[in-house]
């Protein structure tokens, strides 16, 4: 089963004004040893972090049922799909998730949500509310500290 990270976005912006973002991102933690281009993060094979994690942004394809708008009220209207390099250190690659969805956080004000295999929801961001998974193994405190402004704990499952 593959392991994969995605973020839904509830944005006026286009993919590659989010993938702007992520490419700034990308650079401000160091991510890479060069930031992606875009047409590298908003292609299907995505951008490469030095640790191996592959990160692409695209609009979503249109689907009768959304579970993500379901569920949490945040109808994505642009997604960042993370899939980690199942023969690197999973946790070194999850610091970069969590290095990115910290800089998407300061960047836009959009509603968003990052779910592991669309189970585990990482974080909610929603109406400016912020709410990361209490569980330690996700959000140890060197990730935490990658958090700017308040936040809540708690946990959701989809």
């Known amino acids: 089963m593959t392991v994969a990270h995605q973020i839904h976005l509830a944005t006026t912006e286009t993919a590659e004004q989010v993938a702007a973002r992520v490419g700034a991102a990308f650079e401000r933690a160091r991510l890479a040893e060069q930031p992606p281009a875009l047409d590298e993060l908003l292609s299907r094979g995505g951008a490469r972090t ?33 899939e980690p390099d199942g023969d690197r250190p999973m946790a070194e690659q999850d610091d970069d998730i969590a290095a990115l969805l910290a800089g998407l956080l300061e960047d836009t004000p959009a509603d968003l949500v990052a779910v592991h295999n669309y189970e585990t929801v990482w974080l909610i961001r929603r109406g400016g509310e912020l709410v990361l998974h209490e569980d330690p193994a996700l959000w140890p405190d060197h990730r935490l500290a990658l958090i700017k402004g308040p936040y809540r704990r708690e946990s959701h499952q989809l």
């Open 50 to 82: 030095a640790r191996g994690t592959t990160v692409s942004v695209s609009a979503p394809e249109p689907t009768p049922f959304d579970v993500i708008d379901h569920e949490f009220g945040v109808p994505a209207k642009v997604r960042i799909w993370i």
